[in-house]
């Protein structure tokens, strides 16, 4: 597609209860990042992919969360006994290799809410 | 750990004048500086950048000032329209690695 396309847009969920986001990149970005921005926050780094490497998940806040990205596109980031900490909107960016400015293209995130 | 620190969480400035978006960074090993523009309800979009080879850039209305030395950029817009309103985050990479974002300016553009 033409952007960055992540779904649901919002996602209400019971606290304990699992989760998951999907990101669809630009077709042809071979790198995928997420970040999260809790309410009056700024955005937070959770996973890093680049090509076939290993993922960076320096960010990731806990074991709860985890992220897959399959064939080289489309990624999941699963939140597992969600709390209600996780509240935040989940953006999910890609960019192509190297490139002019390293600029990232977001989606439009999910707006998760643990009730 | 912020290694981006944007201090300032909003800033209100008249239709026409200039709007100055502060950044502060602490890891020296940062190449390449972005600003990003982020309306409510959708994801931030690139607006410009600025590699640490240089210490201006400018695209129209918007200008970007890094002073390495200080560890700190600023972001420009002269003049000012009341479109400009949105949140401002400041970026950060070392290398094309993962980017670092500061907490966002919310920059209020009054007519």
């Known amino acids: 597609g033409a952007g960055v396309s992540q779904s649901p847009s919002n996602k209400v969920t019971e606290k304990g209860k699992d989760v998951e986001l999907r990101c669809d990149p630009i077709?042809?970005?071979?790198?995928l990042y997420w970040y999260r921005q809790s309410l009056g926050q700024g955005l937070e780094f959770l996973i890093y992919?680049?090509?076939?490497?290993?993922?960076?998940k320096s960010g990731l806040p806990s074991d709860r969360f985890s992220a897959e990205r399959t064939g080289g596109s489309v990624s999941t980031l699963t939140i597992q006994r969600t709390q209600q900490e996780d509240s935040a909107v989940y953006l999910c960016a890609s960019r192509r290799a190297g490139g002019e400015n390293y600029g990232y293209t977001f989606g439009s995130g999910t707006r998760l809410t643990v009730v | 750990d912020q290694q981006v620190k944007q201090n300032s969480p909003s800033l209100s400035v008249q239709e026409g004048r200039i709007s100055i978006l502060n950044c502060d960074y602490t890891n020296s090993m940062f190449d390449y500086f972005l600003w990003y523009k982020k309306y409510p309800a959708e994801g931030p979009t690139f607006l410009i950048s600025?590699?640490?080879?240089?210490d201006k850039n400018e695209d129209g209305r918007f200008t970007v000032f890094l002073n390495k030395s200080a560890k700190h950029l600023s972001l420009h817009i002269v003049p000012s329209q009341p479109g400009d309103s949105a949140v401002y985050f400041c970026a950060a990479s070392a290398y094309g690695n993962d980017m670092r974002f500061g907490a966002g300016t919310r920059l209020t553009v009054k007519p």
């Open positions: 077709s042809g970005h071979t790198a």
């Open positions: 600025i590699s640490s080879i240089k």
């Open positions: 992919f680049q090509g076939n490497s290993a993922p960076d």
